[in-house]
Nanobody
């Protein structure tokens, strides 16, 4: 089992940047596929950025390509989401998720593929 806690959300103006952090306990990231998801009011939860267990392969949603980057620090057991050039449509609750059993270079983009979730952190982008 993995326990996840997100931090770094807040209110930012359009064009600004935020870095979200996801601290994990219980299992190291090297054993998990990790993902960042978001959910806006009235919308389904969607994958924003995902990293395979090996760290070799990553996925970015088309809406965030070139603006968001997922990374991890194994020593700190922390995953990050660097968000640049933020837009009002990026406003949502952002969640960190972990999938325990996965092939090393495979990533997953469906929420139901993940075993553990953090409580979420609110990101609000004002125009």
């Amino acid at each position: 089992q993995v326990q996840l806690v997100e931090s770094g959300g807040g209110l930012v103006q359009a064009g600004g940047s935020l870095r979200l952090s996801c601290a994990a306990s219980g299992r190291t990231f090297s054993r998990n596929c990790m993902g960042w998801f978001r959910q806006a009011p009235g919308k389904e939860r969607e994958a924003v950025a995902v990293m395979s267990k090996s760290g070799v392969n990553t996925y970015n949603a088309d809406s965030v390509k070139g603006r968001f980057t997922i990374s991890r620090d194994g020593a700190k057991n922390t995953v990050y989401l660097q968000m640049n050039s933020l837009k009002p449509e990026d406003t949502a609750v952002y969640y960190c998720a972990a999938r325990i059993r996965s092939a090393p270079d495979t990533y997953y983009t469906l929420p139901q593929s993940y075993d553990s979730w953090g409580p979420g952190t609110q990101v609000t982008v004002s125009s």
